[in-house]
């Protein structure tokens, strides 16, 4: 499973910011950053359409996702409104695929979850019906676009400039991006000792190799309890 993580703006493409200096190319670019580090620890591939302060087209984002053939796509926003009381994020999917919508209703959720005020899961077209949003519709994989706060309403500002705040919302994000892949389980996976195939496979969850314990430990030469009390493996040297 490969995710793309697309930072919004970035480079000559700088000019949206808060009241008191909070830029959204740069506040987007470093909760993108700390999304990849949440998503790689869990063992998710994740590739980046920017990771510095750089500008790209809008068609560079999904072509660049297209040749990454990642799977997901998630672009990551602050907003902006004319009334400074606008306030919390919204996430929009696209009206004609159900995989954009599981995989925005999924970080909706997160981001609730988190605490973040939520204006809901939303859709957004053009005249002709088509989705409104250049990376939701030109996307070859599921894809969604978060607003992850206002910067223009001066709170949600005043927290957009904490690293802390900046982190919750990755931690989210990701959250939100584990639940709809579920877990990952690989094929099972042979395990040898000295050489030797054990009759009992292992497999990949989330890039953890998981083996049955008792094939493994008494092979090992240990010698393997249950308690089923405790609900608990108890190993021992012999
Ligand atoms: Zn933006």
Excluded at 40 to 47: P, R
Excluded at 88 to 93: A, E, P
Excluded at 140 to 156: D, G, I, Q, R, Y
């Amino acid at each position: 499973m490969r995710v793309c993580l697309d930072p919004g703006h970035g480079g000559i493409d700088r000019a949206n910011r808060g009241p008191t200096g909070y830029v959204e190319a740069d506040g987007v670019l470093d909760i993108a950053l700390r999304t990849r580090a949440v998503l790689q620890a869990v063992g998710i591939e994740v590739v980046m359409t920017r990771e510095k302060d750089t500008y790209l087209s809008l068609a560079a984002r999904t072509d660049f996702a297209a040749k990454q053939k990642a799977d997901l796509f998630v672009s990551i926003h602050t907003d902006a409104a004319t009334t400074p009381t606008a306030h919390g994020c919204t996430v929009f999917c696209s009206a004609h695929d159900s995989e954009s919508r599981r995989l925005g209703e999924a970080i909706e959720q997160a981001l609730r979850q988190a605490g973040r005020p939520s204006r809901g899961v939303r859709t957004r077209q053009l005249a002709d019906g088509r989705d409104y949003y250049h990376v939701i519709r030109e996307a070859k994989m599921p894809s969604v676009l978060v607003e992850c706060a206002f910067h223009t309403n001066p709170t949600e500002e005043a927290l957009l400039k904490t690293p802390a705040f900046r982190q919750l919302l990755a931690e989210a994000i990701a959250n939100g991006i584990r639940a709809y892949i579920g877990p990952q389980i690989s094929d099972l996976v042979p395990i040898s000792l000295d050489g030797e195939l054990l009759p009992v496979p292992g497999r990949l969850i989330n890039s953890v190799t998981f083996a049955p314990v008792r094939a493994l430990a008494e092979a090992l030469g240990l010698i393997v309890i249950w308690d089923d009390k405790k609900r608990q493996v108890e190993l021992r040297r012999r």
